[in-house]
């Protein structure tokens, strides 16, 4: 235990980051859930057993009728595809942590996954230990916030409309600092470009799916240019 608390101890200022971002969303996430009729409880255990981030907010949008199963897998599956390449890139440090490689693997998002792959382990931390306390901390702070959301929305009634762009906000931060650091920016291009063609041709209540489809094609097609203008 001595290992794992020193592990978490030395692991804290570096997800500090993570902890301004993850609670406001996460509180964003609370207070969308609470709208629907649903205690702070329920928003807590999805955090928990679900944890998807963009997954869980577009999970809100499924909570209304006429949404089929089979949309729900499609859209979520979209949203949430990047963490399969992840996880490849992280599949030979994941293999030596024993039983805790399956937590690792759950707890993969965006943030967690640049923490470990940019963070210098302390020397006299445990490696395995420190990794694995960088993602129970991240979900922990999205956890917190789900609870303080759901709560503030039904403790103190407030008009939250607009709330859920607060994911969408994140997402454009993201893109701008990605744009402003990268030096091919065609991938991002692609993406916006096919975007806005998507919502001219099927609308704005459909043109995700199109788009996500479009781009992952368009991607694959020129996957080798892309790897050798990204190395120069």
């Known amino acids: 235990m001595h290992g794992y608390k020193n592990a978490f101890k030395k692991a804290f200022p570096y997800t500090i980051p993570v902890l301004t971002g993850y609670l406001f969303i996460g509180i ?6 609470a709208e629907k009729g649903y205690s702070a409880w329920w928003a807590v255990l999805m955090s928990l057993l679900v944890y998807a981030g963009s997954g869980q907010y ?4 499924f909570f209304v009728p006429g949404i089929s199963f089979f949309q729900v897998i499609f ?3 979209m949203v949430n595809i990047r963490h399969v390449f992840y996880g490849l890139s992280l599949l030979g ?6 039983k805790k490689r ?4 759950f707890g993969l998002t965006d ?6 792959c940019t963070t210098k382990v302390p020397e006299e931390v445990d490696e395995e230990k420190f990794l694995f306390a960088i993602a129970i901390l991240d979900q922990s702070y999205w956890v917190i916030g789900s609870f303080i959301g759901g709560v503030l929305k039904s403790v103190l009634p407030f008009n939250a409309e607009g709330i859920e762009f607060a994911m969408t906000a994140l997402f454009i931060v993201i893109f701008l600092e990605q744009w402003m650091e990268k030096k091919n920016r065609i991938p991002a ?3 916006v470009v096919s975007a806005v063609v998507c919502l001219q041709i099927f609308g704005s209540g459909s043109f995700v799916l199109p788009t996500m489809i479009v781009c992952i094609g368009i991607l694959f097609l020129l996957r080798k240019r892309l790897e050798v ?3 120069r």
């Open 189 to 191: 291009l692609i993406g």
């Open 28 to 33: 964003a996430f609370g207070v969308m859930y």
């Open 75 to 77: 859209m979520t599956l």
């Open 102 to 105: 399956w937590y690792m693997i």
């Open 93 to 98: 440090k994941f293999n030596r942590m024993g």
């Open 229 to 231: 203008e990204t190395c």
């Open 58 to 61: 577009l999970a809100v949008r």
């Open 111 to 116: 943030e967690t996954y640049s923490l470990l």
